[in-house]
């Protein structure tokens, strides 16, 4: 495990920063990749561990060249985790107030996106002979949101979130069965919500919905992406794993 490679895009968001931390502290090689730059605590991991590049993966020749450059500083890529999360300044309006145009936006560079960075990165693995491909896709894509939670709060879950996360799904059964034979492990990962600074009541109302938690921490996802990465996974493909704390039963 510590000598494989992992792209990891979206990498200084919720779960990609968590993941990134984890896997260097686990001796893995990482590519971090994100539209922001952030700093890393440089004081915990070895600076021949990781790159962090800037990159707009809605772009493919953006993608196109953060995938040459992990082949040419580590000669492979394993696996890819990702976990960007593209949206526009408007991202979660109301149904009544949704402007055609954002919408195309939305829909077309997070499940556009997707889509590309898929089909790149599995020439690659195609190449290698193996390869593990992992996207975040949520529990609004299984299941439609429970407005309740929302009452007395500024939030809303809008309609193109569970589009786009329900896309996702149906993107990683679609990819697993295209490149079956191949050895390449295509799957999904779908969290509950994940803590963050959100409204006391929606905390509360959310938590009715669950069994012990509630919103989850990062590592709860985390988990469960390392399990897709290891070797111990290498049967599962075409999956959707779903992390929740029971909020979608």
């Known amino acids: 495990m510590s000598k494989k490679v992992i792209l990891v895009t979206g990498g200084f968001g919720r779960v990609g920063y968590s993941l990134c931390k984890n896997l260097l502290a686990q001796g ?3 590519i971090l990749v994100d539209k922001t730059i952030k ?5 915990r991991f070895r600076e021949s561990d990781y790159y962090i590049l800037k990159a707009d993966i809605n772009k493919e020749r953006e993608i196109k060249r953060i995938i040459s450059f992990g082949l040419k500083k ?9 976990c960007a999360y593209p949206k526009t300044k408007d991202w979660g309006t109301k149904l009544e107030n949704l402007k055609q145009k954002s ?11 997707s889509i590309i960075i898929s089909k790149n990165i599995l020439k690659v693995f195609l190449k290698q002979n193996y390869g593990k ?3 975040l896709s949520s529990v609004m894509g299984i299941k439609n949101p429970k407005f309740e939670t929302y009452k007395g709060t500024h939030m809303y879950s809008p309609v193109e979130y569970s589009a786009v996360k329900s896309g996702i799904i149906s993107i990683t059964k679609y990819l697993a069965k295209y490149y079956s034979k191949k050895n390449i492990n295509i799957n999904c990962v779908s969290p509950g919500g994940i803590k963050q600074n959100l409204p006391k009541r929606f905390i509360k109302n959310y938590k009715k919905h ?6 989850l921490d990062p590592e709860d996802v985390v988990e469960t992406i390392n399990f ?11 999956q959707n794993i ?4 029971g909020y979608s039963l």
């Open 133 to 135: 491909l992992i996207l």
């Open 28 to 30: 893995f090689k990482v």
């Open 210 to 215: 669950c069994n012990l938690k509630g919103l």
């Open 74 to 82: 580590f000669k492979k890529i394993d696996a890819l985790v990702h």
């Open 242 to 245: 779903v992390i929740d704390d």
């Open 39 to 43: 700093n890393i605590d440089k004081s």
């Open 103 to 113: 919408l195309n936006e939305n829909l077309s560079n997070h499940l556009g996106s």
């Open 228 to 238: 897709l990465l290891s070797d111990n996974s290498k049967f599962i493909s075409g």
